[in-house]
Structures are given as structure tokens and as C-alpha cells.
């Protein structure tokens, strides 16, 4: 099932910058067959539904390998059953 997202992972207790750990956020999800678009406050996703919440796991399983000890995520996510969802749907 196709899906769009928007995802914005909070590392806490990470200090005053959190660059690195975002940077690896969008680094991780490169990995993956997703359309992937930054923005100032999260990362607009259009994948498989199965193949974004794999990636949500992986971000804090991997982020916490490497250190981070407290991750918040946030994920908003639509899927349809009248036609595909598509981030340039979404776009006015």
C-alpha cells in the first residue's frame, strides 16, 4: 500500500545542535526506495507504507546504536483506497 508521510525525528538531550542526528535521519532514509523531500521543520515521505514504518525502526535503532539516548518521533501518514497518494498531490 502506498503512502505519504511527514516525519520529524526529535533526538533530546543531544545539546544545543541536533545537525548530526537529523543529517543521519536523512541519510537513512536515502537508503530506502522513498521519495524524500527536507524541510525546515521534518522530512516529507512518499514510499510503501510497510517500507516507511521499517524506516521509522530503523532510524531509532540505529540513533540509539550510535549514541543518541532519547529519540521523540512524530509521523503523519495517509494512505487512500480511492487513488495513490503522491507528494506532488500535495503541493498547491
Known amino acids: 500500500m502506498k503512502a505519504t508521510a511527514e516525519l520529524q525525528v526529535v533526538p533530546i538531550g543531544a545539546?544545543?545542535?541536533?545537525?548530526a542526528e537529523v543529517t543521519r535521519v536523512v541519510e537513512l532514509l536515502g537508503n530506502h526506495d522513498f521519495l524524500v523531500e527536507t524541510h525546515a521543520s521534518g522530512?516529507?515521505?512518499e514510499g510503501e507504507l510497510d517500507d516507511i514504518l521499517e524506516a521509522l525502526k530503523q532510524i531509532h535503532v540505529t540513533l540509539h546504536a550510535e549514541g543518541t539516548v532519547r529519540l521523540v518521533s512524530y509521523?503523519?501518514?495517509e494512505t487512500r483506497t480511492d487513488k495513490e497518494?503522491?507528494?506532488?498531490?500535495?503541493?498547491l
Not at 15 to 19: A, K, L, P, T, Y
Not at 85 to 91: M, S
Open 15 to 19: 545539546g544545543v545542535s541536533v545537525r
Open 43 to 45: 522530512t516529507n515521505i
Open 75 to 77: 509521523l503523519k501518514l
Open 85 to 91: 497518494p503522491t507528494l506532488a498531490g500535495k503541493r
